[in-house]
């Protein structure tokens, strides 16, 4: 089984789905990677505050780096995870059948939640990293529980 997380910019919610994601499954059956639906960041490291949450949770998603979402993504990927709204809409398009498109699921469709959109803390404060890595913790450990 191969997952893709995918937000903006690739370095602060889908580094974290990645990391939380990888933390609950074993990685020689699942591979989890992440995207960014832009190329802002390419090639950086996580935000320095996704750094610090993950860490704190005793996840370490220092090996990762930013990288553009590609339509070729869908040959690689079972499952592609957006982290809101916008971003899967920008996925969608990218899509070159219904097969692809059937691919791409909001990551909080796997909670029982109203708002189906993990906020971008990027402009806010460390709070919303946190609040992030919650929410992202209860969706991956049940994605988690599917797979193993």
Known sequence: MKILMVCLGNICRSPLAQ???????????????????????????????????????????????????????????????????????????LSRNKEEAKKVKLILDELSNEDKNVPDPYHGGDQGFENVYKMLEEACELIASKLN
């Open 19 to 93: 990391g939380i994601l990888e933390s609950k499954v074993h990685t020689d059956r699942v591979y989890v990677d992440s995207a960014g639906t832009s190329g802002y960041h390419e090639g950086n490291l996580p935000d320095p505050r996704s750094i610090q949450t993950a860490k704190k949770y005793g996840i370490d998603i220092t090996s990762q780096r930013s990288r553009k979402f590609l339509a070729t993504d869908f040959d690689m990927f079972d499952v592609i995870y957006a982290m809101d709204e916008s971003n899967f809409e920008d996925i969608i398009q």
